[in-house]
């Protein structure tokens, strides 16, 4: 089986990225799978949503895999074991990744390494989770040609939404620009922090006869038409789950949550689903 390499990504901070991919690690190893989720942001969020302390010193983090010739180990974190959670490694990211990045691009396959990192010294899990920045920077361009399929997370404004498409073409030419083949697919696109009560949210992500210029409808008419997702409705349950290093599911299993939850096992399905070749 191909191993399934996602790139979570966006084109604004705030989208709900590091929320989107810890709780899809979450529901991917409730599949069986096991998941590597690689932190790629100078934030370091992953580490704070897993539960995880900040790494110490550049080596704990993704940019000890980074470096011309590496041939492993990769600095894993188990993730969740107090729970019983077996599956779920991390490789952190953090601040050390800005001084990473100056030696980077020094490199001359800079926008490679982490491709050359998965192939020299392959991570032995089913399934890879890239958490990009929140904006196109370096760290993007080398999750690239690393990843095959992407996930965009965005919330449903206006603003995210037209740096949405100015993501979807910039995967589309910088792969052409690195001649990828195959390139990366777009599995879809998941909207985030939805809020019912407001009214742009709810243009947005119309759907129907008569609608004309929603996101699905936009998205629909592509000439290599991209999915969207069911909108994630934003809620106080993940903001503390993420706060105390949580999935959603590890930190309130009721019907309070049963839903939204659901929605990431959903995901998580149309994940394994897809074609990862």
Avoid at 133 to 146: K, N, R, S, W
Avoid at 160 to 167: K, M, R, S, T, V
Wanted: net charge negative; glycine share 8%.
């Amino acid at each position: 089986m191909t191993q399934v390499r996602l790139a979570i990504m966006s084109c604004a901070g705030g989208t709900g990225k590091s929320t989107v991919a810890t709780n899809l690690a979450y529901s991917l190893s409730c599949l069986g799978q096991s998941v590597c989720l690689i932190d790629c942001d100078s934030n370091g969020t992953a580490a704070l949503f897993t539960g995880l302390e900040n790494p110490s010193t550049i080596g704990e983090t993704l940019v000890a895999a980074l470096q011309s010739g590496f041939k492993g180990p990769w600095p894993l974190k188990p993730v969740w074991r107090d729970y019983g959670i077996e599956k779920v490694d991390a490789v952190l990211g953090g601040h050390f990744l800005n001084e990473g990045a100056r030696q980077i691009l020094k490199e001359p396959r800079a926008a490679y390494l982490l491709a050359d990192a998965i192939e020299d010294a392959p991570l032995p899990h089913d399934v890879v989770i890239f958490d990009c920045p929140g904006t196109i920077e370096q760290f993007h361009q080398m999750v690239l040609p690393a990843c095959n399929q992407i996930l965009i997370v965005l919330k449903p404004d206006t603003k995210d939404i037209n740096a949405g498409f100015g993501l979807i073409q910039w995967i589309a030419e910088f792969s052409r620009d690195l001649r990828l083949k195959p390139k990366p697919k777009i599995l879809g696109v998941q909207p985030n922090a939805f809020d019912k009560d407001a009214a742009m949210h709810r243009e947005c992500l119309a759907d129907g006869p008569g609608i004309e210029d929603s996101l699905s409808v936009v998205l629909r008419s592509l000439p290599e038409p991209i999915h969207v997702f069911p909108a994630i409705q934003q809620t106080r349950y993940l903001t503390n789950a993420g706060a105390v290093g949580l999935p959603l599911r590890l930190y309130r299993s009721d019907r309070t949550t049963w839903k939204i939850a659901g929605l990431f096992e959903a995901l998580a399905k149309a994940v394994m689903e897809a074609d990862h070749g």
